[in-house]
């Protein structure tokens, strides 16, 4: 596509529940990210994709969160047994480079809630 | 920690000014530094590129400026119009690594009619 694409763009689920977010990143974007903006907060680095492989898992909080990419495309972020504190907006990046040095293009992001 | 402060925080200004936005950063060990801006409830929209070796880049009435020694960079926004009310966010990479832009909390822009 012409851009980046995430879905849902919303999710209500109840505490306790595993949810999937999905990215699908820019045609021939090798890097990728996500970042997790709390309401009226600022972004926060989760992890960072270069092709398939994430050198930089920093910024998962916990282990409930895990991340995949397949064919240095699609991306999903998983969280289990999500918590009221995971409510969220989830953005997805994506850029040709990786290293920091590549412009980076976001999604619109999926909006987390969980009750 | 790459750490980013954005200065104002918030900033109302009437249609038609000029207006400059700042942003500093602690680790100038950095490629490039990318500036944004986002609507509510809205991604992020990449506004401006500027890489180490630059000292500007300008895009339409956008100008940024970047100084490494100091650690700091501007936005400047020419003829400001309603529809630049948005939150602005300036990102360097993360020193050490490079691999993920740190995000200043940004600044909230309303320009009134």
């Known amino acids: 596509g012409a851009g980046v694409s995430q879905s849902p763009s919303n999710k209500v689920t109840e505490k306790g529940k595993d949810v999937e977010l999905r990215c699908d990143p820019i045609?021939?974007?090798?890097?990728l990210y996500w970042y997790r903006q709390r309401l009226g907060q600022g972004l926060e680095f989760l992890i960072y994709f270069q092709g398939n492989s994430a050198p930089d898992k920093s910024g998962l909080p916990s282990d409930r969160f895990s991340a995949e990419r397949t064919g240095e495309s699609v991306s999903t972020l998983t969280i289990q047994r999500t918590q009221q504190e995971d409510s969220a907006v989830y953005l997805c990046a994506s850029s040709l480079w990786g290293r920091g040095t590549g412009e980076l293009f976001f999604g619109e992001g999926s909006r987390l809630t969980v009750l | 920690k790459q750490e980013v402060t954005q200065i104002p925080a918030a900033l109302s200004v009437p249609e038609g000014e000029n207006l400059v936005l700042n942003c500093s950063f602690t680790d100038s060990a950095i490629y490039n530094l990318q500036w944004f801006r986002q609507d509510p409830g809205k991604g992020l929209t990449s506004l401006l590129l500027i890489q180490s070796s630059q000292r500007e880049q300008t895009s339409g009435r956008l100008n940024a400026s970047l100084d490494k020694s100091s650690g700091r960079s501007t936005l400047y926004i020419a003829a400001s119009q309603p529809g630049d009310s948005a939150t602005y966010l300036c990102?360097?990479?993360?020193?050490?690594?490079?691999?993920?832009?740190?995000f200043g909390k940004g600044t909230s822009l309303l320009v009134t009619p």
């Open positions: 990102a360097p990479p993360a020193s050490n690594s490079g691999y993920a832009l740190n």
């Open positions: 045609s021939g974007h090798t890097a």
